[in-house]
């Protein structure tokens, strides 16, 4: 079964950096579009970031564009979410997501294969 474990949130001060990560298992990593994915209290699940299998394309959400950067390892079966220059409105739970589509199905959101159980990033002002 596969399983995607994100890592890496914590509670950081505005102006902060973090690096997420999610580990992955089942082979998921060699052809799988993958994506992060964020959800704040009360508000609904956003697209944050999408890279291609080949790590060819990345895609962002216009919020976090020259903030964040997506990269993958496949031969560590990871992908990553360096995040720079927070600000308190990215406080939020992060997801890590694989779809067998494309970076335009991880952007769409509505074609995801497997989820993470999320990582808490809380940005303090």
């Known amino acids: 079964q596969v399983q995607l474990v994100e890592s890496g949130g914590r509670l950081v001060q505005a102006g902060g950096s973090l690096r997420l990560s999610c580990a992955g298992s089942?082979?998921?990593?060699?052809?799988?579009?993958m994506g992060w994915f964020r959800q704040a209290p009360g508000k609904e699940r956003e697209f944050v970031a999408a890279?291609?299998?080949?790590?060819?394309?990345?895609r962002y959400a216009d919020s976090v564009k020259g903030r964040f950067t997506i990269s993958r390892d496949n031969a560590k079966n990871s992908v990553y979410l360096q995040m720079n220059s927070l600000k308190p409105e990215d406080t939020a739970v992060y997801y890590c997501a694989a779809t067998r589509g494309s970076t335009s199905t991880v952007v769409a959101g509505s074609g995801m294969d497997y989820w993470g159980k999320g990582t808490l990033v809380t940005v303090s002002s």
């Open positions: 890279i291609s299998w080949g790590s060819t394309t990345t």
């Open positions: 089942g082979g998921v990593f060699l052809t799988y579009a």
